[in-house]
Structure formats: C-alpha cells, structure tokens
C-alpha cells in the first residue's frame, strides 16, 4: 500500500480508483536553454511525487497533501480559471483545465522530491495527476501530448513562465539513461548514464536557498534572451549556431545580452559534447562540461547565488570530477559526479564550509537515473 493510498482512505474515507507517480529530475546539463528552442539532458530521480485519485460524479476537485493532510481544498470545476487556488493547488487543479477532462475527483498527494530545490517538484506533482486522469477518463493523450498539456498548466494556469524540460523528464525518462530532448526538433533521445558502472555518484547538495519561478529573475533571463533573438533577427537563441557566435555576440548593444547569448549558444554546445563524452565513456569529459556550464551559468547567465558557487568549489576540491548548479537556479541545488570512495568526504566537507560560512545547513544525497511516471496501483 503507498502512504499516497493510506492517506487517501484516511482523509476521504474510500479507496482511491488507482495511484499515479511522477518523478523528479535533475537536469545534467542544458540550463536555461529549452525556452530558447535548443537542448537539455535531464535525468528521471528515484525521488517522485505520489497521487492517490478517486473520481466524483459532482464536479467538485478535493485535494490533500502529506505535507498538509487536514488542510482539504475543495473546488468546483466550473469554477477552474488561471491562477485559481492559489499556491500548490494550483498545480493539481490546473491539470483537467489543460487536458480538457472537465471532472471533479479527490486527490491524495505525498511526495519525496524537495520542494524548491531545482529538482522540479511541480512539474512531478502536476505529470502524476495528469497521467491518472489521462487514465481515469480514457483520455488518449501519448506522454508527449501529456507533457504538451501539463506545460501549459505551468506556463498558462499557475503562470510559471517555464520551459519545456520539466515535464518531457517526468513523463519520458527511462531508468540508466538520460534524455537528450531536442526542444527545436521535439526528439528526444535516450542516452545511457550509469556512473555507477564507472565508479562514480551523482551528488545532490540542495542548498536550501529557495527561488520562485512565477517572477522575478528568471523571467528576467527568458526577456533578456528574446531581447537578444530580436536584436539579432532570429526567432529563437537556438537560431545562432556555435560557428556564427562570435559575429551575433558583435551585433548586440548592450554587455548583459552578450553575455546571455554567449551562455545559451555555448550550452547548447556542451549538451550536445556531454552527449558525445557519454557515449564514448569519457567521464572526464562529462566533468568538465559540467564544471565549465557552471561557469557560464554563474558568470555570463547570473542564474547561480554565492551557496551554489560555494558547493561546486567545495565539492570539485574535493575530488569531483565535475560540479555545477541544476535546475532554474538563484538558489536550489548544485551536482556533482564524485567518485564513490570520496563522496562521503566531499558531503563532510560541504556541510563544514557552509556551517563556517553561516549558511544553512545543505541537505545532501545521491541520485540515481531512475523511470519516468508510471501508475502504481
Ligand atoms: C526551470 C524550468 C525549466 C528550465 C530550467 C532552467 O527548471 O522549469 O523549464 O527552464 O529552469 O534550465
């Protein structure tokens, strides 16, 4: 029985018609690239969120989280209109408004991914309830449909301006690999990642520093992109190829979108070159992909904050082959490919520098390149 189960029986009192699970991600490389059309390379956790769903025959949507069990929301669909109820009820009421399934159900949620951490929480709660309704109601959508919808339940409901690669994660990973998601072309292709098999982890240090993505910066990074698409006569920031970018950077007016050009149109290389290391087993290579996009990310894109820049520089002393920030940044968490023999060390040493450095203390893990959602009951 999942705890998503039990608390359903426990809060709604009856069985849940079934229990849907959708994973957390992190993102190897490819940062703020997907809302510029070009390439991501994220991974599925073993970290996923739970939903326990029942459906009503009176139109009303009730949910209820671990987090949170006596605090019921209740709505009626007919009332579902963008941004409505605020907080994290959106992300679960806006799912039946973006797949058109018009019907009231309650909901049961629990989750380990953390919340806030770039390891996209939302994107897990909002892909677990969109595939038990696509079930629930026969609907037909395909996973890429799925992620279609569930997107515009982030961008257009909750009114996060989000890219694409949250939701193509949780719906399409596959366990051992990593997705190269083409967001130009929509291909995607499933690249095999095992460090265990050489000898390495992935390290998760989420700093507990904590964004938001509705306003602020990284709306900020999405207009400065377009800004410099426009000055440069192009749709998209994927329109510049790695040849030409010298000439585009000659074009701009101002340093600020130099410097975001020159993030995305070389991330979009390194994803394409960690792609390439992978496939030849090149983990050094893959190290240092990471460890320069984080440069890029911090110095040219701004996106990173000084506990971020604190754990890549402990964790790559600490023997790292490579470190950098994932997720949409400012806060959140940073990765790292560690070998296994120096990953207990390297935990140590960040947890030390942060306590001298008055910060909070890190919550720190490993991670696993594990399946996209599935139905579990
Ligand atoms: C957030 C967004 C993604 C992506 C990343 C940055 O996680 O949800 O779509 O833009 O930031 O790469």
């Not at 209109?81 to 605020?86: E, L, M, S, T, V």
């Not at 694409?164 to 366990?175: F, K, R, S, V, Y």
Request: hydrophobic content about 45%; proline content about 4%; some cysteine.
């Amino acid at each position: 029985m999942t705890k998503a189960a039990n608390l359903f029986r426990s809060i709604f009192g009856a069985e849940a018609d079934g229990v849907w699970a959708a994973p957390g991600r992190v993102n190897l490389i490819g940062e703020h690239t997907d809302y510029n059309d070009g390439l991501v390379l994220p991974f599925a956790l073993a970290q996923r969120t739970e939903v326990a769903i029942r459906l009503r025959t009176d139109g009303v949507i009730r949910m209820s989280s671990a987090l949170a069990p006596n605090n019921v929301v209740g709505i009626p669909v007919k009332e579902l209109a963008p941004g409505w109820p605020a907080g994290w009820g959106a992300y679960v009421a806006g799912v039946p408004w973006a797949l058109e399934g018009d019907v009231g159900f309650d909901a049961a949620i629990d989750s380990s991914v953390p919340v806030g951490a770039g390891l996209s929480s939302s994107a897990a709660l909002i892909c677990a309830v969109g595939l038990g309704i696509n079930d629930l109601l026969s609907l037909g959508y395909s996973r890429r449909e799925l992620a279609r919808r569930t997107r515009r339940t982030e961008n257009e409901y909750v009114g996060a301006p989000t890219g694409g690669m949250d939701q193509i994660a949780a719906l399409l990973c596959i366990e051992g690999h990593a997705l190269l998601y083409d967001v130009r072309e929509d291909t995607t292709e499933q690249v095999p990642f095992d460090p265990s098999d050489a000898g390495l982890k992935v390290l998760v240090v989420d700093t507990q520093v904590r964004h938001g993505h509705v306003d602020g910066e990284y709306a900020k990074r999405r207009a400065d992109c377009e800004q410099a698409a426009e000055q440069l006569g192009v749709p998209t920031l994927r329109d510049v190829a790695y040849s030409d970018l010298d000439a585009a950077l000659n074009h701009l007016d101002n340093e600020r979108l130099v410097k975001r050009v020159r993030h995305v149109v070389t991330e979009n290389q390194r994803v394409r070159d960690t792609a390439a290391a992978l496939a030849s087993d090149d983990w050094v290579g893959v190290g240092e992909l990471l460890t320069a996009a984080h440069a890029s990310i911090r110095d040219d894109f701004e996106a990173s904050c000084t506990e971020l820049d604190v754990a890549v520089a402990m964790l790559m002393e600490s023997g790292a082959l490579g470190a950098r920030m994932t997720g949409g940044g400012f806060g959140g968490a940073a990765i790292a490919l560690v070998p296994h023999a120096e990953a207990d060390e390297a935990a140590h040493t960040v947890r030390a520098v942060f306590a001298d450095n008055g910060f909070v203390p890190p919550t720190i893990f490993s991670v696993v390149p594990s399946a996209g959602a599935t139905r579990i009951k």
